[in-house]
C-alpha cells in the first residue's frame, strides 16, 4: 500500500532454497501498471509510482532469474494506493 502521489519502493531478495538466498539479477516486467510507472533497481527492486491523483489498485507482473538458479520466479503484485 502507498498514499496517492507518493512512490513505492518494493525489495525483492531474491530466491531461497533452504537457508541460503541467491539475489535476482535479472527482473522483466511482463506486465506494465496501467495506472502509474514502474521501474526495476538493480540489485535493490523496483519502484511504482502512481499517476497524478490516482487512487485505487494497480496490478504488474515480473519474470525474475539469478545464475545458478533453475528455473524462473514469475508473479503479479497488487498496489493498493489511497
Known sequence: MTAADK???ISF???M???KRTPATNVKITKQPKSGKLKVVAGKGMVYTPAAGFKGKDTFC???TAPGVSGTLSGCVTVTVR
Open 13 to 15: 531478495p531474491g530466491f
Open 62 to 64: 515480473t519474470r525474475n
Open 7 to 9: 512512490v513505492c519502493n
Open 17 to 19: 532454497s533452504g537457508n
